[in-house]
């Protein structure tokens, strides 16, 4: 029994990290990023370049973050995480109807993800359906977290949200 938990712990632990000492794309301890980690990154960064009003910059590497999130909702679909960052790198290149549709799937599979809930209020600010982007106020209501004040503010227009 000893010898099979062992096994299952590390055909666990090798499905889910690839050792790949060397390659491109990882963090130079040897472990390879996925897919979806890079989109991450990429997200952050483009977050900088907006904040410095570096507009072109940032929509390239949402754009380069979009196509990695498509490949890992590829590999792995339906995780909420994946299909909340496909809503908001959408959304930011100005698709919001498409950007839209991946949130409320992510949210049909998990009702609650913080993300999801305040990234679509504020895209029903950005597109004039305030009713909605309460609505998901109500749901972020009892978490406790910066997301609800940061979507309350964009609701009474103390804070502009660009898309």
């Not at 301890?29 to 960064?45: M, P, R």
């Not at 029903?124 to 004040?149: F, G, M």
Request: with cysteine; net charge positive; charged share 30%.
């Amino acid at each position: 029994m000893k010898k099979f938990l062992i096994l299952l712990f590390l055909s666990f632990f090798i499905s889910e990290y690839t050792y790949a000492a060397g390659s491109s794309g990882g963090d130079g301890d040897g472990i390879k990023k996925t897919d979806y980690q890079k989109a991450v990154t990429l997200i952050k960064s483009a977050k900088k370049f907006e904040k410095k009003g570096k507009t072109n910059k940032a929509m390239k590497k949402y754009q380069e973050a979009k196509k990695l999130l498509i490949l890992s909702n590829k590999t792995k679909p339906n995780k909420p995480d994946t299909l909340n960052y496909l809503g908001f790198t959408t959304r930011k290149l100005g698709d919001f109807e498409n950007g839209e549709k991946y949130y409320l799937q992510g949210l049909s599979i998990d009702p609650n993800h913080i993300g999801i809930n305040e990234y679509l209020g504020e895209l029903y600010v950005a597109t004039n359906r305030h009713n909605l982007a309460i609505e998901r106020l109500e749901v972020l209501s009892s978490c406790n977290c910066k997301e609800y004040d940061q979507l309350k503010d964009i609701i009474a227009g103390k804070k502009v949200s660009k898309y």
